[in-house]
């Protein structure tokens, strides 16, 4: 148990609708950085969030947009869903700075279907 | 682009050491060597990291080349809970992306009993 949960567990949205995954950060941590993990494959990274403000792009469209709130929880919104959207969406935390510097704790993700 | 390379996947007996090899000839001096996991259906899990020194922790040992130009995560006795997929990340030095972690396809380990 890393302490970092995500909603909801499962989803299913069909092509061009939008969604929202949430994500609560480990207590105290003020970085959040979301990940998209398709089938087979590693997580690729989506973008960084640290104290509120967007840290850091991976190579994803505008669609993929995020937000943190001033408790470090994050959401994660993807709008015109495509079937490619399909995957598991990880969300980490992590408190840059500190002995674990660069250590990230991932939450059990968000698996996400597209049809 | 992946900066490591690992084989797709190992077998290991149960009780025995596993030994997984990263090579990341093109690694710069500042850069460090981060090992994750992701047992199926989980997150990925920190192992350990290191930068030029071996390193030893409750999980598991890295050894990394005095070249820095490859690693071995060792699992000195590994047990069925072990069975997972093992990623070797080379983190970049000057990055837009923060702390990104930037995954590749990893090494799917088997251990077997």
């Known amino acids: 148990e890393t302490g970092v949960t995500q909603s909801p567990t499962h989803l299913i949205k069909t092509r061009g609708q939008q969604v929202t995954l949430r994500c609560s950060s480990q207590?105290?941590?003020?970085?959040v950085s979301w990940y998209q993990q398709a089938l087979g494959q590693g997580p690729q990274f989506i973008f960084q969030y640290y104290r509120e403000e967007e840290n850091g792009r991976g190579n994803f469209p505008p669609r993929f947009s995020g937000l943190q709130f001033p408790n470090y929880s994050s959401e994660l919104n993807v709008n015109a869903l495509e079937l490619d959207d399909s995957a598991l969406y990880l969300c980490a935390s992590s408190l840059p700075g500190t002995a674990s510097y660069n250590e990230q704790f991932f939450g059990p993700g968000t698996r996400l279907t597209v049809l | 682009d992946a900066k490591t390379t690992q084989p797709t996947s190992m077998d290991c007996a149960e009780g025995r050491a596993a030994n997984l090899p990263c090579n990341h000839s093109?690694?710069?001096?500042?850069?460090?060597v981060y090992w994750y996991r992701q047992i199926h259906s989980q997150g990925p899990q920190y192992i350990i990291h290191?930068?030029?020194n071996n390193e030893t922790n409750e999980m598991a040992s890295l050894i990394i080349t005095e070249d820095r130009k490859s690693s071995t995560l060792i699992l000195p006795h590994a047990t069925l809970r072990d069975t997972a997929v093992y990623y070797c990340?080379?983190?970049?030095?000057?990055?837009?992306?923060?702390?990104?972690?930037?995954f590749g396809k990893g090494t799917s380990l088997l251990v077997t009993p």
């Open positions: 290191g930068l030029k």
């Open positions: 207590s105290g941590h003020n970085t």
């Open positions: 990340i080379v983190r970049p030095s000057n990055s837009n992306s923060g702390y990104a972690l930037n």
């Open positions: 093109t690694i710069s001096g500042n850069e460090y």
